[in-house]
């Protein structure tokens, strides 16, 4: 049973510029609320395109307790059902990836189509109407490669996000790109501060050495730290029509390209490029990366060479998983045009230490002594997360949305 | 606190001919519940009194929370207790099977008879009264050589069930067998999928190639796919005077002989029979097998030359324990009679299937997108489960039970 | 949500000499009631002082949900803080023991004196203001060289225990010890019975064989087994000038100076010392042990070649961490004055058998069958234990203590 007064008093104590109530971090009934409040009801990441490109191609992921398949049908577009048979409620796809010509429940083998109608349920009487149990369907969009779901009776739009994030991330053509390499990691900690720890950089400096080799620390355009490396970029980017002012995402996207340091034109250890085969047709390497990030479980980097797309996932109150996939052109050979090792070391690294990081916030929240603290100016997306999280909780408690206290 | 009128509203949503509502699949909170409501209250089936064949051995088990010892007394009665000393609460009996001449705590050294009366309790004052400190005792009925225990304070009357196999069951001499092997999974789902998965076998021919090889798909004697197979068997049966139609045993038990494949004599990877010595006295090979299940937690095969008893208890709402034991003819040996491997790999291996079967039918379950599903003809049984256990609940809840809503 | 009634109840139906009711051992929330109504209001044990010798030195343990970190600062003074960082709570230190010039979140940098002012917090604006934001302490005292913290706002007076024992400890001069070995281990019992099963020796017998070569099994100078024995080493500590009656400790403490077994001087397996050179300036060997109990964690012995500290933590209903920490002469040579195997093999062996014996008992006490049962003579720190306890909890709901029901 989820305490909406509970809900209500702690979203009621949310104070301006200030981390989050404890109770949000590290109840373990603040998944149920999540999960039904947030990933029950938003567009979520779940993969590339590309991870299904044939017919018959699926993968699977967990929504909470929901096991849902993507896969792609017969006329080849990219579909989602609840992967669950209307038999008695078995799973029916059990591989992460697979292929499948249709889906045939392992338990009493009734099969369904591509499209999620019931083909067959053997012994079933004559009279059964095969109509009525076809597999539940999400909905599904899929936007410059990337596949969101949304278990959601009515999605919310994504119209304003299509349109934003599309002139930034088109030009790297991630409709021609392969699956280099993919990853999946459990952290400790509760997924909001997976998500938290990502929206900042003010830890960069200190935790992530294999990073910061090629990424700049700040997170605007106008940061006194970047100008004149911005200015120079900004022209070189003018010039060659790529966009990479920050998009108008209010609280659901953010949209940018950011320069590398000076002289790095890719996330490796040298700054070199990891694939000497750049993605579509693009032919100069120095692009920078379009930074994008949706809430409220996916975020990206696209760059002149590959693609990383990261895809978070709660499992309960105190672990989340992370699932992070690399992606190159589609005609990029390995051993030849990129070595993977070269391609993943560092945002593997990295994520390695953000799972620590992560861990130890997760577990210094839990202390009685506890209290929300305050924002550095450069985590001034936490504030955004904040709120657009605190709106999906009230908006699923029927509350208005409170007023956050003014800072003191 | 258990939410009566949760399950009161849950009970109210049953269909029928459809699988359960959701809740009582995959709640966290059923697993008390289905301890107080059905395992604390009912005849459990608990082992083989040939595993505690001599005064002084004992054998445990853990219904729950709690920890039972049945072992044979002195005068060679089978006898229950809680296994949990008097003085302080610890757990008295360690060990899986042994074998004493008293039950001594290891904590304190009290020292209990064989009948659970307190014989000995060392520094304890003078007027200490040792007979207000006897072990608690469960109620112990056998039945053909099967030993059910029951929590209840008044248990449920057990004349019928005795009744009804006995005569099915009496001819393979279970009280002249051993344990060849014995073997415990445990499976990743809530106890009532086990139980379900036990009660069909629409899904044995996909799944299940290595008992196909012997068993027949139908349950019934009338079933159109056995018609003349049953009618030769029936034949040769009742010729011997050895009952098959099916025992009258409601929604409490069922009891019933079928044969195998024709041409296929026991449970093994060709038919032949697993033990050349036969059961009792037995000289036909030909006699199928007696299944017999009793709610809720047991079900077993009476061959020719072997029996199979399989116990099932929860671990959590989504654990479950499988404890599997093969019995032969006491005087059969090893090596020369029956080969362990021959005797057991057909039921190890489908036993493994199944647990799959039951783990991946919990994970789908638990999907926002689960309804209750129509059951196909073949799963009769799992309305009669379903039935029987909507009745404990309502009973233990103080509901009269409400009928299921008809089929749309 | 704590159930202050359900506490009422089951604290209304404590009985006098006798195991308290089932639901304070077994029942999940019950951690919670205890983290908040014994481990955040009372004086916990620690550590000993000489394991954070050096100014920067620290140590970290968890109190339920509060890691805390214990270190010496700059002017040689003990102190204590919530190891949680006023910026977004991560956990500032990581290991068990370390040394630091200054506590760094390893998140954002944020740096901390050892007197926990907030010295540095980079990027944060010109109008931060940092000493709003220092690490929240907790009390500390020092007490014959054992650490003692409590995390409530007021905390209980020490006065009476630092009195009490004192003149017992002084003697052994812990101000001049060292570590030579730790250990920590998980017991799968809940914290009371870990104590519980500390508080009587009536189970020494038959389960401490090793320390049984020492031990003698009376706990009070009065008992008719030990009374020649008693008698003797009164005279001869009298004659030393050493305390060793029962400090008048009530159910807060117990503090007492008891022989071993005529000829034995310490915890090895032959009586033999396991530390050539004495603690402090102490030259006769044969001081028996001083035993001190302080509730609810902690209890020690003081031998006259070393020292042993017991530290008890709960993790969650069903599991609870024991630290032990042997102390030997600071200027003690390993390898010449002592051998760590022969200093510490008596109390792992015997902590390794309690940890059995307190599981079992946990095992034991879940069953319906449970009821408090009735204590020994010998038993009778249970009751005071029991009695402090029960007052610990009837003062966090506001009860006044009930009575306990007088025997039957």
């Known amino acids: 049973m989820i305490d909406t007064d509970h809900i209500s008093r702690r979203l009621a104590e949310r104070r301006e510029g200030f981390s989050l109530p404890q109770a949000f971090y590290v109840d373990r009934e603040m998944h149920d609320v999540d999960i039904k409040a947030v990933f029950e009801t938003e567009w979520l990441f779940a993969c590339n395109a590309c991870e299904i490109k044939n017919p018959g191609d699926y993968l699977t992921l967990e929504i ?3 096991p849902v398949v993507v896969l792609r049908d017969r006329g080849g577009e990219v579909r989602a059902f609840h ?29 369904y189509e ?68 993919e990853m999946t990691i459990v952290e400790e900690a509760n997924w909001k501060l997976v998500i938290e720890n990502n929206r900042e950089c003010y ?8 990073l910061t080799v090629t990424l700049v620390e700040f997170a605007m355009p106008d940061d006194p730290g970047g100008i004149e490396l911005m200015a120079r970029k900004a022209a070189h980017w003018d010039a060659l029509g790529l966009p990479h002012r920050p ?3 209010g609280l659901e996207f953010r949209c940018i390209r950011l320069p590398f340091h000076e002289g790095a034109l890719s996330f490796t250890m040298d700054g070199s490029p990891a694939c000497t085969k750049l993605l579509g047709s693009l032919t100069d390497p120095d692009l920078g990366s379009v930074r994008m990030f949706r809430a409220p479980n996916n975020w990206n980097h696209f760059l002149s060479d590959h693609i990383i797309h990261f895809r978070v996932l709660p499992l309960s109150h105190d672990r989340t998983a992370l699932r992070t996939t690399w992606l190159v052109h589609e005609d ?17 690294a990295t ?6 990081l992560a861990a130890v916030n997760h577990r ?20 955004h997360f904040g709120d657009w999280y605190a709106g999906k909780l009230a908006a699923f408690i029927g509350d208005p949305l409170p007023l956050r206290n003014a800072a003191e």
């Open 114 to 181: 591509l499209n999620g109608s019931l083909r067959n349920a053997r012994q079933m009487p004559a009279d059964f109407d095969r109509t009525a149990y076809g597999l539940a369907p999400t909905h599904v969009e899929v936007i410059c490669g990337m596949v969101y779901i949304c278990l959601a009776e009515t999605p919310p739009d994504l119209t304003r996000f299509r349109q934003g994030v599309t002139p930034y991330i088109a030009p790297h053509a991630p409709e021609r790109t392969k699956v280099a390499f």
């Open 364 to 383: 210094g929240i839990r202390s009685m002594a506890y209290r929300p603290g305050p924002y550095a100016p450069s985590e001034f997306m936490l504030t």
């Open 64 to 66: 909470g307790p929901n």
């Open 351 to 356: 994520n390695a230490q953000d799972a620590e």
């Open 247 to 249: 998009a108008d995402g």
């Open 83 to 111: 992967n669950s048979c209307r038999h008695r409620g078995s799973r029916i796809c059990g591989l992460e990836k697979g292929h499948v010509n249709r889906l045939i429940c392992p338990y009493h083998q009734w099969v």
């Open 332 to 348: 990029a050979v390995e051993g030849v045009d990129y070595d993977v090792k070269r391609l993943t070391e560092v945002w593997i």
């Open 203 to 210: 830890h960069c400096a200190a935790n992530h050495p294999e």
